[in-house]
């Protein structure tokens, strides 16, 4: 399974963007899809994590502000991410689970500027 994220840059606080990630490959059943990030110096945690069943799941710094979404059709996933901090700013990383087996994207880089 390749993922294949899209969508981050630089943007100012208070501002938005909307990431994409597109899974390919052997795609079974999408136990779950979703995202997180890790800032410098800090370890990786939850941004927003859809799991099967239609559950979703959001990092509490991010409640209210960002919404996941995905389009099975095209086995996507998207974050919307709204009213943007600095404190955002991090490597976002897109992540696939299916059958046991995790699967991460590349990254993209959100910064926020304040």
């Known amino acids: 399974v390749q993922l294949v994220e899209s969508g981050g840059g630089l943007v100012q606080a208070g501002g938005s963007l909307r990431l994409s990630c597109v899974a390919s490959?052997?795609?079974?059943?999408?136990?779950?899809m979703g995202w997180y990030r890790q800032a410098p110096g800090k370890q990786r945690e939850l941004v927003a994590l859809n799991t099967i069943g239609d559950n979703t799941n959001y990092g509490d710094s991010v409640k209210g502000r960002f919404t996941i979404s995905r389009d099975n059709g095209k086995n996507t996933v998207f974050l919307q991410m709204n009213s943007l901090k600095p404190e955002d700013t991090a490597v976002y990383y897109c992540?696939?689970?299916?059958?046991?087996?995790?699967?991460w994207g590349q990254g993209t880089q959100v910064t926020v500027s304040s």
């Open positions: 992540y696939y689970r299916q059958l046991g087996s995790a699967y």
């Open positions: 490959g052997s795609i079974y059943v999408i136990n779950a």
